[in-house]
């Protein structure tokens, strides 16, 4: 099943830091202070495992509720238990892609600035009497 939220989400920071997922996966990794590319991929990586889940839940819900497949109190504490598991993994992932894309378009690439040749320092002269 394709993740509908997360591939986007990983496509504007790759955009927005210019690198590959894996580059910027190793550069976060270099630096134990936190920075807004690690809170990034952290959250782009909750986005994922929610995707996940909601797909992994649904295939057993799916598995459940199959028409030859009889629905006793034991299976339909199982459909109740898969369908609030897809409900607060939905929950997590709209939360966390919401806030990902609020915090991507908050920033923007800075502009490479044009080199300016370097200024001579003024010459100094002093006054004698």
Known sequence: ???PVSAP???RIEALY??????LEAH??????????????EALSTVELAEKNIAFQRERLLQLAAPAHDIGPFTA?????????????VAV???QAHHVTAVIQSLHR???PAETPAVAPAATTSRTR
């Open 77 to 89: 504490s199982h459909l109740l238990d898969c369908s609030r598991r897809i409900a607060e993994s």
């Open 18 to 23: 210019g690198r590959t997922r894996a580059d």
């Open 28 to 41: 976060a990794a270099t630096t134990d202070q936190p920075t807004m590319l690690a809170a990034l991929l």
């Open 1 to 3: 099943m394709p993740h």
């Open 9 to 11: 989400l990983a496509e």
């Open 110 to 112: 800075a502009p490479v």
């Open 93 to 95: 992932r709209d939360t």
